[in-house]
């Protein structure tokens, strides 16, 4: 139910934002391209490097299809951002693949597909502090009680600036992610169907806090339209999530470089 009514709130700040939209002068693009290293699954103490590619554009009326994200539309003021789009959901296999979350070690526990999700993300520029939320739901997959059903995952988040110069600028944050019954039970239970065919034991997971962390992102200028940005995130798994005995490190840290183009 509160996730319910963030929706509908944060769809309430979309229809009076609409009101005062500033539309672009212009079509944006961007290109992004680089490297991931993180580990195979969320509370995994394995780790895989992995490529990044994406890009991104936006009419001159808000709409916008990135390849993080999805379809979608956005709005950007002086102090209040917001967007609404349709995308595709995170996946997991029970295998090692180069190119996707899962390991071997997870035999027997199927693999989570990806499916339609629905998100709202909103943030607020409180003088230098910006408070963010993003509210997402994955729709129902197949009737299969453990990997097929549909889930819903808030982040909450706060940001920084901490340096900006001639050597670029250093943003921090933090962020809590929450996730319903669903959810948890979907990427950290173990039902008794999978505990039959893999090494876990049965774990029923219920809704709550997922984890809590930060991150620091450091972006340094190329030329006018490049920019080379490097990432930490460091994520600790709380207890819901932390207890799964799937999970073999509950401190989960990710490091990515990359480089964006924007026309």
């Not at 967007?83 to 190119?99: C, E, I, M, P, Q």
């Not at 920084?160 to 600028?169: A, I, K, P, Q, V």
Request: hydrophobic share 35%; charged share 20%.
């Amino acid at each position: 139910m509160r996730s319910r009514n963030l929706c509908l709130s944060l769809t309430s700040l979309c229809l009076l934002a609409g009101a005062n939209t500033a539309f672009a002068d212009d079509w944006e693009y961007s290109l992004k391209a680089g490297v991931a290293n993180a580990p195979r699954y969320s509370g995994s103490d394995e780790r895989m490097t992995a490529p990044l590619l994406g890009g991104k554009v936006v009419s001159p009326w808000g709409i916008f299809l990135d390849t993080d994200k999805g379809l979608g539309w956005g709005y950007e003021g002086n102090a209040l951002s917001f967007s609404a789009y349709v995308g595709a959901s995170g996946s997991r296999k029970d295998k090692n693949d180069s190119l996707h979350a899962g390991s071997k070690r997870l035999k027997g526990m199927g693999e989570i597909k990806s499916r339609p999700q629905l998100g709202v993300s909103a943030s607020y520029n409180l003088g230098g502090v910006i408070v963010g939320a993003t509210l997402e739901h994955a729709l129902k997959e197949n009737d299969r009680k453990d990997t097929g059903k549909a889930y819903t995952h808030l982040e909450l988040s706060l940001g920084t600036n901490l340096y900006e110069g001639r050597y670029g600028s250093v943003d921090a944050g933090l962020s809590s992610h929450f996730g319903d019954r669903e959810y948890l039970q979907t990427w950290y239970g173990v039902t008794t169907g999978q505990a039959a065919q893999s090494r876990f034991k049965e774990y029923k997971a219920g809704a709550g806090n997922i984890s809590n962390g930060m991150n620091l992102t450091w972006s340094v200028p190329i030329s006018e339209h490049t920019q080379f940005s490097t990432l930490l995130d460091v994520q600790y798994l709380a207890d819901e999530a932390g207890k799964s005995p799937i999970v073999e490190r509950r401190l989960q840290t990710s490091v990515m470089g990359m480089v964006e183009y924007t026309f």
